[in-house]
């Protein structure tokens, strides 16, 4: 019996793509760069700095620049992390229909708690949470299950009583670690995979599509 459901925040609560790539032109205006359309951004959104650099600079971990051009992203992304952000379409309605039916439900996302609390705060959905695990709040981020199990014992759920749901393979791989159910969702940003190999228990199109699974 399902008692929770948690979510992963990038792509799967929230299209936050709009903001991160604003950080990310912003860096390319400073110096003579035209900016990059968001299409090309929200693929890799779920990566964070290190995909929308790559994308941005053709910039990786390890190059000599990446650690000063990453503090820059992240100082302008914290300064911007809600002008155009939103919750996907159908998510408001289906937050309210999960607490309906007096189930809890959370966010583990390997965005740090720095950005990930206060983004949900200017969503106005930060107080309504059971949890919100970031990717710095165990020291370890996913696929390893430890931030799912983690937000198992701040909600005292098991489990095997809980869905994970998000947009990124390493998610369903982390929730079948952690020994939960795993929905993958196909309106999410996807890291260019296919939700459909990912072995997840359910697939889904809309985030409404989940209350039948629940």
């Known amino acids: 019996m399902i008692k929770a459901v948690l979510f992963d925040l990038d792509g799967t609560f929230a299209d936050t793509a709009p903001d991160l790539g ?29 995909g929308l650099l790559g994308v941005g600079f053709e910039i990786a971990p390890g190059h000599p620049d990446y650690d000063s051009l990453r503090d820059e992203f992240l100082q302008l992304y914290e300064q911007n992390l809600c002008r155009s952000t939103s919750l996907f379409p159908g998510t408001a309605e289906l937050i309210d229909a999960i607490e309906a039916r007096n189930l809890r439900w959370g966010i583990v996302t390997n965005k740090a708690e720095r950005f990930a609390k206060p983004l949900l705060d200017l969503l106005n959905f930060g107080h309504r949470a059971a949890c ?19 937000a198992c014992r701040i909600i005292a759920t098991a489990p095997e009583s809980c869905v994970y749901v998000g947009d990124d393979k390493r998610d369903i791989d982390a929730g079948r670690a952690a020994g939960m159910k795993t929905v993958a969702v196909r309106y999410g940003y996807l890291n260019g995979s296919s939700p459909d190999t990912w072995k997840a228990d359910v697939v889904i199109d809309r985030p409404q599509d989940l209350l039948l699974h629940l």
């Open 22 to 50: 604003y950080a990310l032109n912003r860096m390319r205006e400073a110096r003579g760069m035209p900016p990059l359309p968001i299409e090309a951004m929200r693929p890799v959104t779920s990566l964070g700095a290190r």
């Open 132 to 150: 919100i695990i970031g990717g710095d709040t165990t020291g370890k981020t996913k696929p390893d299950p430890e931030p799912l199990l983690a």
